[in-house]
Nanobody, 126 residues
Framework: VQLQASGGGLVQAGGSLRLSCAAS????????VGWFRQAPGKEREFVAA????????DYADSVKGRFTISSDNAKNTVYLQMNSLKPEDTAVYYC????????????????????WGQGTQVTVSS
């Protein structure tokens, strides 16, 4: 599956953005889709994940209550709604897909995901 991330941009602190991750080549059925981010000089870190049936979602503690991951299977697209953005949310955001259902802490591991999008820059100004 090929992934295309979009929706990044420049926003002031407290603002909102919605990222999209569109899949082509096949559907997300049976996949786990995750969002990760990487700030300059830092390791790539988990942000959120969703099961293909949208029953299970997980979030990093740093974004809980502010970010929401969702999916539209008809459009083969996963979204990340980001509200109350902070300067520390500034990073390149990547969507990724694993070819199976991931459970527990495995959702947070970069190496569990085989397919990655190209990344979209999110910059939050103070």
């Amino acid at each position: 599956v090929q992934l295309q991330a979009s929706g990044g941009g420049l926003v002031q602190a407290g603002g909102s953005l919605r990222l999209s991750c569109a899949a082509s080549g096949r559907t997300f059925r049976s996949y786990t889709v995750g969002w990760f981010r990487q700030a300059p000089g830092k390791e790539r870190e988990f942000v959120a994940a969703i099961s293909w049936d949208a029953i299970s979602t997980d979030y990093a503690d740093s974004v809980k209550g502010r970010f929401t991951i969702s999916s539209d299977n008809a459009k083969n697209t996963v979204y990340l709604q980001m509200n109350s953005l902070k300067p520390e949310d500034t990073a390149v955001y990547y969507c990724a897909a694993a070819k199976r259902t991931l459970y527990g802490s495995s959702k947070k591991l970069v190496y569990e995901y085989e397919n990655w999008g190209q990344g979209t820059q999110v910059t939050v100004s103070s």
